[in-house]
């Protein structure tokens, strides 16, 4: 039976990390940072005025999907991803995107692969109206293998204070709606590296095909739907009390951030059709299923 843990990820150890993470940064808050570390964006406000602006940041990278782009040749659509990815974040938060900055690092810089890194991401602000400003492209020899890079950025939009979604809002009796994803994401690639370990060494991946058609590395590596349009038009309604963007630490982990204590949440996992590719890895790695709740989205992008 394979679990996330053996594939190198330890989601209690990370759980650690980011405790100790969180004590260093608070001591650097003053007045006008507006939420504590562990919601999906950092809220800072750029005045008193209850009817101002407040800036929301996220910082985040694409993951060892990474790896599995570079391994099946699919890398046009990681910058995709990430804007994407991050963009959903601040829409948590109540806020609409402004501008993005980039991070690229690589062993030895390839102009193609930056060039084509740096479209994707382009592509992806210009359908969603994000400005890319900056950011930075690193050469560090040695610290990457042959072929490898990273990517990362950081995401800055606004949202007025007395729009904000941080949760406080939700009440006993709350519904909670789903809205779909369209495949895994951003998350979950290190398991599924390990799931298809085989296939991805004999470059086989292409000879699995889903019920739509589609191979298995191109389902694999369906770009991280943004849900900006899908939200956009109840951002601004109290009806809507909160959000939870379903990444890693799954469904119940990602809800639980914008649900205030003692409250807690109740989940009909038979309510919605899990989707295909979903039981493709569970039962080629014979995943246990409490393991693939906490791993993957399992068709829920957005609660």
């Avoid at 007395?162 to 519904?175: A, M």
């Avoid at 789903?178 to 000879?207: C, D, M, P, W």
């Avoid at 349009?229 to 909160?242: I, K, T, Y």
Wanted: glycine share 12%; hydrophobic share 40%.
């Amino acid at each position: 039976m394979t679990d996330y843990a053996s594939s190198g990820v330890d989601l209690g150890r990370a759980g650690s990390a980011k405790a100790r993470i969180a004590q260093a940064a608070r001591s650097t808050f003053g007045p006008r940072v507006l939420t504590d570390v562990g919601h999906f964006g950092g809220f800072f406000a750029l005045s008193d005025s209850p009817d101002s602006n407040v800036l929301v940041a996220s910082a985040d990278g694409v993951g060892t999907k990474l790896l599995l782009g570079i391994q099946t040749g699919r890398i046009d659509g990681l910058g995709r991803d990430l804007i994407q990815h991050c963009i959903n974040d601040i829409l948590m938060c109540g806020a609409r995107p402004l501008f993005f900055l980039d991070y690229m690092a690589f062993g030895k810089l390839d102009p193609d692969i930056a060039a084509t890194l740096a479209e994707s991401l382009a592509a992806a602000c210009r359908d969603h109206g994000v400005a890319l400003i900056g950011g930075e492209t690193a050469e560090m020899p040695g610290l990457y293998e042959p072929g490898h890079f990273d990517l990362a950025g950081t995401i800055v939009g606004q949202v007025r204070r007395d729009n904000i979604l941080d949760g406080s809002r939700v009440r006993v009796g709350d519904v909670l709606l789903g809205i779909a994803s369209n495949g895994l994401h951003t998350n979950g690639y290190s398991l599924v590296r390990q799931v298809f370990s085989r296939e991805i060494a004999e470059k086989t991946l292409a000879k699995s095909v889903l019920s739509d058609g589609r191979t298995l590395d191109e389902a694999l590596m369906t770009s991280h739907r943004c849900y900006l349009r899908s939200l956009d038009g109840l951002l601004d309604h109290s009806g809507l009390h909160a959000l939870a963007h379903i990444t890693g630490g799954g469904l119940e982990e990602n809800t639980m951030r914008v649900i205030p204590k003692p409250l807690r949440i109740e989940v009909n996992w038979e309510s919605w059709k899990r989707p295909e590719l979903f039981g493709m890895i569970q039962k080629h790695g014979s995943i246990a299923e409490n393991e693939m709740r906490r791993v993957f989205n399992l068709g829920i992008g957005v609660v």
